[in-house]
């Protein structure tokens, strides 16, 4: 198991690598710079910026020394926000954009899986076809016209929530948000408990589980759950990925002050050294996230042995 | 999100799901009852019969073919009836700007603008119509250029085996375990193309290349299990070649998950290019998608509702249907597989 | 405590069927069979035949979307186990009527310990406290045989060669001492060679506790050593039983005379072997007469025509068939 964990740690600086190349050669490809505005600047402060920007310079010798600075951890300082690193705006983002996926995941957990087991247990009664009615518009209602939706309702009409404003993790403003991008989840999770679970408790050691006098209550606590939630464990890993791009979107609609909100302005702007910084970030979290779902798929199902 | 089978349940191969532990009951009675063999060409006339039974499924294919030939037949029809199109600005725009669903200029009841219009005075539905085109032939491009991708790459894989089968997979596991669609929305953003047209072929392919992923580790896996199977032995002795072999012959037995996943594909990368569209990166003006039509009615949201709840109803309801229709083809499908 | 008759359990008419996408397929239909205390009783039948069904039904273990046990009284020490609240239901299973499956590889939660699977019965049915179940359980497997009992309680099943799951398994049943014991195949998953061992199992443990069994296969070489009353199913019906020795000596029914053909014999250098032609018929399409038969070598009009009855050839040995007095002689005849 260690092995494996190490092999997994060592992949991701070249896994880095490639992001992060793809992602600058991407940016130097694209026509315009940063600094292309309404104005058309004069050649002589054209000349200055990119010198102060080392942008004069051949193009490896900027590849290189962005390589080596990142190494260090310094992605630079955006080039639209006056004189903030981007280490500074990742500092700032990162909490709300944290705040926001976790709780969205975390809800998406409780309820996606108390839903897809009651339907599991009583499949095809009205509980079972309900709820997986319900898990069907959860994937079927995109998040960005859930959002607004949902803001009409409980902001605009009855005013309980606020509708675009960050009061930081424990107010009432992260709700909508976080319902809005957990919905998808919700679905998702519940339906594959329902499927888990439904297999599991077809399988012949639930039914020993019975034989040997076990209340259904036990019989599901102690025995299926187990087995029955793996798929949820597996699915963790892909959904981290797509929750990211589902906060961006959020922090959108909701005007929220974070990563996804920094990342897709840094993209309209052309400011390099803050979309390689998130894209960097995000490149490692994914990664990291991913590892620790498959180390904790060992410990779930005992079968397994990473060599 | 379709690149996530939801059967898989273990970690390297989102196989379809293979069938549970019967409770020896009906192990027992299933055996007896089933005495048939299902031969190859009635495999498809049993899945399409299971398909019909299941009446969601049925429902959800009326809903997606009767929203796809209004989206196709709509726009012209509405231009020769009202002369309504998406971007046709009427002469006196104050009049008619933002008007509620089936309202005139001064309140009173109308049947001209069913869905209202939005901020410039265009008609709604005739906004929501050409979106559907765009938004629908967006998604069925991007899901055959992912299929093509993933079922050649896939097939190739499978079939060659060993070091280049090992090779061509872990480049699957690195790009999968990439934070794809970040770049793809960098892409977007950075590299815009020039012509409307052009932007339309890059959203193809940005979509495509996200999507592909996984059809061609379920392509890989079913070619993986048909390889060994005697019709190919049969092939290769008679001289059949290589390519032949992939194309001709494993392709076609490999299509049952593969269209199942191909139709859990469509909505999926049409929700892609929708938050696309809605961030700003996808269909531009002045083209509409029913992405692009969201952004715009969630800036009025307070005021003119109607300007997102339509393009917004319109596409949940596109992709509920799909999302039935996926499911039932899944489940018509898969008892060949031996799933409960 | 028995009932009238001396008997641990009586199943009367027992009825179950199962709702299918053909029709309603009766799996078990209209079985009446008695265990006494101490006796083992051997249900043999090909795969099909109901047997599987008429068990998981003592234990009302019956999946009951697809399936139903439309009628029919099993009685258990002078109670119906139809009409117990789910409550009694629970308190017999495990701790009064236990069972061991086939497979026993998915028949052990492979995602938990083998002890506190052990340990799980003794607590819920004898109040063990968590040591004294561990103490147990370590017993029950040195009991059953499994080397280093105390090291391996802790293993998980997947951890344990087939055999010696099946071992974990007749621990974990044996563990209350019940009453009666349920063994559904539970050699067939298994190497020749460790089917011999766990058979010898079963019959120690049953001599040392008291336990009556019911021991369920398709294969009579694993009847002939190990009971004493046998039952032979097909298509949902018991079709003979008599005393293993009987049954064997002067079978009275053509379906288990052939049965008893289908057995190689080695001694005898026969040139093909024996197989009853055709196939166990569709129990959701039964035929009218006898629904063996289309594969009974005996068979004539009347056998497709009127339902065969149940001859008692001796007061311990009933027979289904219309011509069962004539086999019985011919048996008899024979040996």
């Known amino acids: 198991m260690l092995r494996f964990i190490i092999r997994r740690v060592v992949v991701i600086v070249p896994m880095l690598f490639i992001v992060v190349t793809i992602t600058w050669a991407l940016v130097r490809l694209s026509p315009g710079n940063f600094y292309t505005g309404e104005k058309k600047l004069t050649p002589a402060v054209e000349r200055n910026l990119r010198e102060k920007y080392g942008l004069n310079q051949p193009w490896h010798t900027q590849y290189r020394k962005l390589l080596w600075n990142i190494a260090r951890f310094d992605f630079g300082t955006s080039l639209k926000y006056e004189g903030q690193s981007v280490n500074q705006i990742l500092w700032r983002g990162l909490p709300v954009s944290a705040a926001l996926g976790i709780t969205a995941y975390l809800i998406a957990l409780i309820v996606g899986i108390a839903m897809g087991t009651f339907a599991a247990l009583r499949q095809n009664s009205w509980i079972d076809y309900g709820s997986m009615a319900l898990a069907m518009l959860g994937i079927s209602i995109p998040n960005f016209v859930l959002g607004p939706l949902l803001v009409l309702l409980f902001s605009l009409t009855l005013f309980w929530f606020p509708p675009a404003l960050w009061n930081g993790f424990a107010s009432r403003s992260i709700v909508l948000p976080a319902l809005t991008l957990s919905a998808i989840y919700i679905a998702y999770i519940a339906r594959l408990t329902r499927s888990g679970m439904l297999e599991v408790l077809r399988s012949d050691y639930i039914r020993t589980a019975r034989a040997k006098g076990l209340s259904e209550r036990q019989v599901v606590m102690r025995h299926a759950l187990r087995g029955g939630l793996l798929p949820v464990v597996s699915f963790s890993g892909p959904a981290l990925a797509f929750l990211i791009t589902g906060t961006v979107v959020v922090e959108k609609v909701f005007a929220l002050p974070g990563l996804g909100n920094y990342f897709i302005n840094a993209c309209f702007n052309r400011d390099e050294p803050l979309i390689i910084g998130i894209v960097a970030f995000i490149a490692i979290a994914v990664l990291v996230f991913n590892l620790l779902v498959d180390i904790s798929y060992a410990f779930i199902d005992p079968r397994i042995r990473y060599t | 999100m379709a690149d996530y089978d939801e059967h898989k349940s273990n970690l390297n191969e989102p196989e379809l799901h293979v069938g549970p532990e019967y409770a020896v009951a009906e192990r027992d009675v299933s055996e007896v009852v089933t005495g048939e063999i299902v031969t190859g060409s009635s495999l498809w006339r049993d899945a399409w019969r299971r398909l019909l039974r299941n009446k969601l499924a049925v429902f959800g294919m009326v809903v997606v073919v009767l929203i796809a030939l209004s989206a196709v037949a709509g726009p012209a029809i509405i231009k020769q009836t009202t002369g309504f199109t998406y971007d046709s600005i009427p002469k006196d725009t104050r009049l008619l700007r933002s008007i509620p669903p089936f309202r005139g200029p001064n309140g009173e009841f109308s049947w001209k603008h069913p869905m209202g219009t939005d901020i410039a005075g265009r008609d709604i539905l005739a906004r929501v119509l050409s979106g559907g085109q765009i938004s629908l032939m967006v998604a069925l491009i991007a899901t055959l250029v992912s299929l093509v991708i993933g079922v050649s790459y896939g097939a190739i894989a499978g079939y060659l085996g060993g070091r280049v089968d090992d090779l061509m997979m872990r480049v699957v596991d690195v790009l999968y375990s990439l934070p794809y669609v970040i770049i793809v929305i960098v892409l977007l953003a950075l590299l815009p193309a020039k012509t409307p047209t052009a932007q339309l072929a890059q959203l193809f392919f940005a979509l495509g290349a996200v999507s592909w992923l996984t059809m061609a580790r379920i392509v890989r896996g079913q070619i993986l299990s048909l390889k060994n199977q005697e019709f190919v032995l049969a092939a290769r002795a008679t001289g059949v070649s290589t390519p032949k072999i992939i194309f001709r012959h494993l392709i076609p037995n490999a299509l049952g998950p593969v269209i199942v996943y191909a139709t859990l594909t469509i909505p999926s990368v049409m929700l892609s290019e929708a938050f696309l569209s809605f961030l700003g990166l996808g269909v531009r003006p002045p083209r509409v998608s029913w992405g692009s039509l969201a952004a715009e009615g969630a800036q009025n949201l307070a005021v003119y509702p109607w300007q997102l709840i339509f393009p917004g109803l319109t596409m949940a309801l596109m992709l509920f249907c799909l999302n039935f229709v996926g499911d039932g083809l899944r489940d018509a499908l898969d008892p060949q597989m031996r799933r409960d | ?335």
């Open chain 3, 1 to 335: 405590m028995n009932d009238q008759n001396g008997n641990l359990l009586s199943v009367t008419d027992l009825r179950v069927h199962f709702q299918s996408a053909d029709g309603t397929v009766k799996a078990v239909d209209g079985i009446n069979f008695e265990v006494r205390r101490g006796e083992t009783l051997g249900i043999v039948g090909e795969s099909g035949s109901g047997k599987t069904v008429a068990n998981l039904a003592l234990m009302k273990l019956i999946p009951t979307p697809p399936g139903k046990i439309v009628s029919g009284s099993i009685n258990f020490n002078g109670a119906d186990i139809l009409k117990l609240s789910p409550a009694e239901l629970r308190d017999l299973r495990g701790k009064r009527i236990a069972m061991i499956f086939q497979d026993p590889m998915t028949s052990l939660n492979p995602f938990m310990r083998v002890s506190k699977q052990l340990m799980e019965v003794t607590r819920l049915h004898l109040g063990h406290s968590k040591a004294e179940a561990r103490a147990h359980a370590i017993k029950m497997l040195e009991h059953v045989g499994i080397p280093d009992a105390a090291d391996r309680v802790d293993s998980y099943p997947h951890e344990f060669s087939g055999g010696m799951r099946q071992r974990v398994m007749i621990a974990m049943a044996l563990s209350c001492k019940p009453e009666l014991l349920i063994a559904d195949e539970p050699t067939t998953a298994l190497d020749v060679t460790i089917q011999a061992q766990i058979l010898e199992l079963i019959k120690e443990l049953k001599a040392e506790i008291g336990t009556s069994v019911i021991l369920v296969t398709h294969d009579l070489g694993v009847v002939a050593g190990m009971t004493d009353h046998l039952i032979v199913m097909y298509a949902g019906k018991i079709f003979e039983q008599a005393s293993t020795k009987e049954l064997f000596a002067r079978p009275g029914n053509p379906y288990t005379r052939g049965l008893l053909r289908s057995v190689p014999d080695p001694t005898h250098n026969a040139e093909t072997l024996y197989q009853i032609p055709g196939q166990p018929p569709d129990l959701a399409h039964l035929p009218t007469g006898c629904p063996f038969a289309p594969r009974c070598e005996r068979a004539e009009e009347i056998c497709t025509r009127e339902f065969p009855p149940f001859v008692e050839l001796t007061p311990n040995h009933h027979s289904l068939c219309h011509f069962a007095n004539e086999v019985y002689t011919e048996s008899s005849a024979k040996s």
